[in-house]
T-cell receptor, first 114, second 113 residues
Framework: KAGVTQTPRYLIKTRGQQVTLSCSPI?????VSWYQQTPGQGLQFLFE???????NKGNFPGRFSGRQFSNSRSEMNVSTLELGDSALYLC?????????????FGPGTRLTVT | DQQVKQNSPSLSVQEGRISILNCDYT??????FLWYKKYPAEGPTFLIS?????DKNEDGRFTVFLNKSAKHLSLHIVPSQPGDSAVYFC????????????FGTGTSLTVIP
């Protein structure tokens, strides 16, 4: 089985712009979660989508949004980028999203905001 | 508000010795705990987990211990191997919250040959 894929792997944007990141989960996985990783903060939960519905949301401003398509692929959008949004953005997929807590992570998208 | 904490940013251990990585949490609602390992330029990979109804779970060289009264868990790696050199994250989950993981800030383990 192919693993979780994320595109693009690297991205450089300017403050004030917006960006869209993409995540393709493992085939058959219906839950996709997004995390932001910054030095000193570890991985911070952004949101989780399950069957095209946002099921959980972390403590991030409304500039961060996402969606999930019928094929379980997910996109994350960040509008009005700030320097502090520079981070590694990871997505993770899991099979059922309920009893099984094992999540499989993609390699991440490294976003740099200048 | 960091509900899961890893107070040691780094740890160095000789090959063949035991590595002990520690993790503390503040929220007593957490009922499931996991350890992930992360190599540079890769996403975290699942290592081992433990339910709050247990106090120990073992998988080969890896053992996780949970002390609920102290809100503390630890990961033991015996014997440590150079390939174990990576960043280790502990994570915690509350019941009925899907896959919302609370991660610690990570401990970078270096195993010296």
């Amino acid at each position: 089985k192919a693993g979780v894929t994320q595109t693009p792997r690297y991205l450089i944007k300017t403050r004030g712009q917006q960006v869209t990141l993409s995540c393709s989960p493992i085939s058959g996985h219906r839950s996709v979660s997004w995390y932001q990783q910054t030095p000193g903060q570890g991985l911070q939960f952004l949101f989780e989508y399950f069957s095209e519905t946002q099921r959980n949301k972390g403590n991030f401003p409304g500039r961060f949004s996402g969606r999930q398509f019928s094929n379980s692929r997910s996109e994350m959008n960040v509008s009005t980028l700030e320097l502090g949004d520079s981070a590694l953005y990871l997505c993770a997929s899991s099979a059922t999203g309920s009893q099984t807590y094992e999540q499989y992570f993609g390699p991440g998208t490294r976003l740099t905001v200048t | 508000d960091q509900q899961v904490k890893q107070n040691s940013p780094s740890l160095s251990v000789q090959e063949g010795r035991i590595s002990i990585l520690n993790c503390d949490y503040t929220n007593s609602m957490f009922d499931y705990f996991l350890w992930y390992k992360k190599y540079p330029a890769e996403g975290p990979t699942f290592l081992i987990s433990i339910s709050s109804i247990k106090d120990k779970n073992e998988d080969g060289r890896f053992t996780v211990f949970l002390n609920k009264s102290a809100k503390h868990l630890s990961l033991h790696i015996v014997p440590s191997q150079p390939g174990d050199s990576a960043v280790y994250f502990c994570a915690a989950v509350k019941p009925n919250t899907g896959n919302q993981f609370y991660f610690g800030t990570g401990t970078s383990l270096t195993v010296i040959p």
